[in-house]
RNA sequence: CGCGGGGUGGAGCAGUCUGGUAGCUCGCAAGGCUCAUAACCUUGAGGUCCCGGGUUCAAAUCCCGGCCCCGCAA
């Protein structure tokens, strides 16, 4: 079970592995994008090429449903970021229960979107965990973990990319060791979280340090995006990096906007130096191109709707 | 038929409402100038104004149709 990229290169594993697979649940297609196209998940794409049965339920939580997923007598459920809370009937419904891959190190950042809010908290490094599934959210037992550093510019895509990756070879050694892990329960005194993203996380506080909003640049890509307002026009900044400022200046005003420089003044005497941008209805563009066209001037204000 | 923005020399944009010589900030080329700077000055090359019709003496601009790009919302 599973629906975004980030799910695919574990059923990738799972075909090599030679498992035999009844079956890929993954969400129902759902319109995206610009008109009212309708855009199939990752996991379907993949799952269909490789002709393997996806399934689709509008609803998991009706009995029809629940009973489909019972009548394939699985030997283990496995679930890579499908984006729904199972029910309890169908984590007792494999013979050997559900295993989760989750992309943190668990206790640590249970929840939807452990990537992105480990790279905005600036942690050093995160991981993979697999673990059984319990109803309580990502508070099962715990089977395997693997830990990765963080890169200092890497951004939330490209560590999940990774995290995919690893999780993917968790998983395998997970399920070829099973008979042979055991399980360590989780201390939920130690527990933190990572919520669902939502739009407003992504606007940018200017007087906050330069270096937590860089953070929140590489960590909420590719959504929410950190941005901020220019004459009433959202830009979404891209590239960005910290730097110390003794400019004078208020917190969100443009100290430097020249050639390939644009500076923007932050809290505790720091500065957040642009490197890419995006206007509203344009194109990622470099700081210099932006500049050429919107003829921005040091003392302009960032923020303000 | 979800909402909206856009397609103009190599880049980013203005001009479109109110038709009438193709403009701005850069880049590129050549020359000049300066102890120096975000260097500066001069000159130059480079354009089917997305495509196809229509209206008009005249269309980047107005009308109809099409293609492509982007943001929002999901």
Known sequence: MGTPEA???SLRRLVEDGHDIVAVWTQPDKPSGRGDKMHSPSIKEFALARGLRVEQPQKIRIPQAKDLFASYEAEVGVVVAYGRILPPEYLRAPHRGCINVHFSLLPLYRGAAPANWAIVNG??????????????LDAGPILLQR???????????ELMQRLADIGADLLGETLAKLDVITPRPQHDRDATFAPLLKKQDGFIDWTSNAATIERCVRGFQPWPTAYTHHKSHRLIVWRATAEESSLDGSMGEVVVAHGDHLVVKCGDDTALR????????KRRMDVRDFLNGTHLKVGDRFGEV
């Open 7 to 9: 799910a695919v290169p």
């Open 123 to 136: 942690e050093a490094k995160t991981g993979v965990t697999t673990m059984f599934i319990e109803e309580d």
């Open 147 to 157: 830990e990765t550093n963080i890169g200092e510019t890497e951004t939330a895509p």
């Open 274 to 281: 642009l490197i890419e941008v995006q206007p509203e209805a």
